[in-house]
């Protein structure tokens, strides 16, 4: 925004460019390194979520941080020349305290909400727009919400249902369809038996638990690409309501009881 604003507001377009680099270099090489590079991975054929643009949240965060302080500085208040700037002027003077200090610690204290309450499933965290903690995995699943995290705290939740006063959820075997690199034998021993949808329901063998990792069902109902092909008993379609599970561990790894 600010190339254009110098380069179209009056004089020589170049005399204006030669201006602009001069006295904002560094802004014009953070905005331009993340304009190209947005631009390559959006051309490129590889996928993976958020992780293709961490490079360039430092400095978009400097770029926006920078706007946000201009456009509430003193002279913008003093000179707002639009209906926003002119609205918040009028309600400065309706407030002793000043709206952009208000303004800035709502903003702050939203920030440090949502961090105590993505504690500790920081890997599953997304805002509020985006589905929260509890429904970020229905926009997007795999390394952006589930890499596996969860194995242990399935293994915590099992011991801890298995050591409360409820006989009726003790958990003696488990059926697991677990979406990551942990080892299922080193977390769970016997308990757990390793699980997959064209199995069926493990209830007909005498499993009445299953714990299946979020991916793993996403992927299974996920829309398939023109030349991409998945069979029917992978999808786990015999899971009745698989979005209501009867517990979680952590985030990620969904518990039925069948």
């Known amino acids: 925004w600010g190339i254009l604003k110098s380069l179209f507001s009056g004089g020589s377009i170049l005399a204006k460019a030669r201006e602009y680099l001069t006295t904002h270099f560094t802004e014009f090489a953070m905005g331009s390194f993340v304009i190209f590079y947005w631009a390559y991975i959006v051309a490129g054929n590889l996928n993976i979520g958020l992780r293709h643009i961490l490079p360039t949240l430092p400095f978009i965060y400097i770029l926006t941080a920078g706007v946000v302080k201009r456009w509430f500085s003193s002279e913008n208040m003093a000179h707002g020349s639009n209906l926003v700037l002119k609205i918040i ?13 208000t ?4 903003l702050l204290g939203w920030y440090a909400l949502s961090v105590v309450l993505a504690t500790p499933n920081y890997l599953s965290y997304f805002n509020f727009l985006g589905g929260g903690l509890t429904n970020g995995y229905k926009n997007a699943a795999d390394s952006n919400y589930d890499w596996g995290q969860d194995l242990r705290r399935l293994a915590t939740y099992i011991d801890n249902v298995n050591h409360d006063d409820d006989p009726e959820n003790d958990i003696d075997r488990i059926a697991v369809d677990y979406f990551g690199g942990g080892d299922l034998k080193h977390y769970l021993g016997d308990t757990a038996e390793a699980w997959w949808s064209a199995r069926g329901n493990s209830r007909i063998q005498g499993i009445k638990w299953l714990a299946v990792s979020v991916s793993t069902l996403q992927i299974a109902k996920a829309k398939l690409t023109k030349d991409a092909s998945r069979k029917p008993e992978d999808e786990y379609r015999w899971l009745l309501n698989p979005d ?4 979680r561990a952590g985030t990620s790894i969904f518990i039925y009881k069948l």
Do not use: G, M, Q
Request: no cysteine.
């Open 89 to 101: 002027i009028v309600s400065k003077e309706l407030f002793s305290l000043s709206l952009k200090t």
């Open 103 to 106: 303004v800035l610690v709502i």
């Open 244 to 247: 209501e599970p009867f517990a």
